[in-house]
């Protein structure tokens, strides 16, 4: 069984529809949580983090950490085309010189 | 956060060669991390390099196969050896740096081996 899990999509939507993208995880020691956006052919840009439990808001995203289910989502409001992208999720134990596990990543697009 | 470029952007290597990928930062950074990206996969770790020091290899990866130079705060290389086309990845370099969202990983643009 992988550390983290999180289906590889794809996953269409059109554009104004919220997105809701998750990951399940396994090792009950991670307490960093983070989203990362790739673009074709592009490097991960990290996109949020949080620490623990609980809801963290920025704009159009919000990232959402269940530990007792250890279960992380991220909501997309108001997609957009140039939502349109492969969303990573990693999580790690600890903060900054820490290696991160990834899921797989989620490939979505997002259709005008 | 610092900014991170690597070289070749993408290759094509004849299997048995060998390909050095070269990674900058801006800015002083005390660890880069080495992570590859195959096809339809996570992203996954293959070593931590701090400056001065041997890299830390993770379980399923050695130095022989993917060596790895950090000769200073700014810059780091990785060497994948004796290629064969399993080795056709992304592979992208990272580093710790203080950003807009603090301490955290941010990675470079990669660079896009493909082994025939």
């Known amino acids: 069984q992988k550390e983290v899990e999180q289906d590889p999509g794809p996953l269409s939507v059109p554009e104004g529809a919220i997105v809701s993208l998750n990951c399940t995880y396994s090792?009950?020691?991670?307490?960093?949580f983070m989203w990362y956006r790739q673009y074709s052919r592009k490097g991960p840009e990290l996109l949020m983090y949080?620490?623990?439990?609980g809801n963290k808001e920025d704009g159009r995203f919000t990232a959402q950490v269940d530990k007792s289910s250890k279960y992380i989502s991220l909501f997309i409001r108001d997609s957009q085309p140039s939502d349109s992208a492969t969303y990573l999720c990693?999580?790690?134990?600890?903060?900054?010189?820490?290696?991160?596990?990834f899921g797989t990543g989620t490939r979505l697009t997002i259709i005008p | 956060s610092a900014v991170i470029s690597q070289k070749p952007s993408r290759d094509i290597c004849q299997r048995g060669t060998s390909l050095t990928i070269q990674c900058q930062v801006d800015?002083?950074?005390?660890?880069m991390f080495w992570y590859r990206q195959q096809p339809g996969q996570s992203l996954t770790l293959i070593a931590t390099?701090?400056?001065?020091?041997?890299?830390?290899?993770e379980s399923g990866f050695v130095i022989d196969k993917f060596p790895i130079s950090r000769p200073n705060l700014t810059f780091s290389t990785l060497t994948v050896s004796n290629m064969s086309p399993e080795d056709s990845s992304i592979y992208l370099c990272?580093?710790?740096?203080?950003?807009?969202?603090?301490?955290?990983?941010?990675f470079g643009p990669g660079t896009r081996l493909t082994v025939l």
């Open positions: 990693a999580m790690s134990a600890s903060f900054g010189n820490e290696k991160l596990t």
């Open positions: 090792n009950s020691a991670f307490q960093y």
């Open positions: 949080t620490y623990s439990s």
């Open positions: 800015s002083q950074v005390t660890m």
């Open positions: 390099a701090n400056q001065g020091s041997e890299a830390t290899y």
């Open positions: 990272s580093d710790t740096t203080s950003g807009a969202m603090g301490d955290t990983q941010y």
